[in-house]
């Protein structure tokens, strides 16, 4: 099983389409950064501005909602959220207009790590799966396989351990890639807290990702 598990890995590494991916990724997790970064800065000037002119008052106060730090990993629908509340007496909150939603034209996503995990690696992940059983079973070479002493599940839990590995290479650079970005230009974003939110998201990335696996081996 451990042979298996090397000689796919290695042709998968090997392989022109995973260096296609790992050039997409590099360039995709720069941008993320790169443009999350730009974002954050803009919005942190308008709080600023909005803060700074703030003046007391007996009657209303007006509370911003601060900028988002973690925008870079998922967008969330946060430009739709109101940009503060004015709290009036008796505790009473009054949300402040948000962004205007567009029903007219098709809704642009944000270029964040949910956008590139959805779009990139779940169909990366499931060619690899589609290439490791049927692109075998054409070549000829499934038969091969299992006329060695290698069961079908063992060869099956193989080629998904590969999978995942090789998949795993470019997520793991381009993760690195946006957080060292974010940690030069926002190194507050990059907090203990922030961090266990960014380690549930990298967890919660490869069960997405084992699950795409599983079903292309199926």
């Known amino acids: 099983m451990i042979t298996v598990i090397r000689r796919e890995l290695l042709d998968h590494l090997h392989s022109i389409q995973f260096m296609i991916l790992l050039c997409i990724c590099i360039i995709l997790f720069l941008a993320n950064g790169i443009i999350s970064v730009k974002r954050y800065h803009q919005q942190t000037s308008f709080y600023n501005e909005q803060v700074s002119t703030m003046r007391p008052s007996t009657v209303s106060t007006t509370l911003y909602r601060q900028p988002n730090q973690l925008l870079f990993m998922a967008e969330g629908g946060d430009k739709y959220r109101p940009n503060g509340y004015t709290l009036k007496p008796k505790g009473v909150l009054d949300a402040l207009p948000a ?79 946006s957080l060292i970005i974010i940690g030069i230009f926002i190194p507050q974003a990059l907090t203990l807290g922030n961090f266990s939110r960014i380690l549930m998201m990298s967890l919660l990335t490869i069960v997405y990702i084992s699950i795409f696996a599983f079903l292309s081996l199926l």
């Open 99 to 177: 962004g205007p939603r567009n029903f007219k034209f098709p809704e642009v996503p944000e270029l964040d790590w949910s956008f590139i995990i959805k779009i990139i690696f779940s169909l990366y992940v499931i060619l690899l799966g589609f290439n490791a059983i049927s692109g075998e079973k054409e070549q000829g070479t499934l038969r091969l396989t299992l006329s060695n002493s290698i069961g079908r599940i063992k060869l099956l839990v193989a080629k998904y351990l590969s999978i995942l590995s090789t998949v795993l290479v470019p997520l793991v650079i381009g993760f690195v890639i």
